[in-house]
């Protein structure tokens, strides 16, 4: 699809330092990761990825991870 990732990372236990880099990720890819549910017939898990107020709330989420995640690499850094 002429995406800069060729895949989306997904567990299902991921650890928190990892959790806004699996935001930031589903962000960038959203647009693929929507026309891929619409292929599969998957119109109800699509359904958040057509929603502004939702991809405002992903933004938002990966932003803080980020934030989080900084500041414990600070942290360890300074132990």
Known sequence: MGAEYESLLFCTEIRWLSQGKVLARLFELRHEVREFLLTQNMLEIC???NDDY???ELVYMADVF?????LNKKNARSK
């Open 47 to 49: 359904q958040p990825l």
């Open 54 to 56: 939702w991809i405002a």
């Open 66 to 70: 980020e934030h989080l995640n900084e």
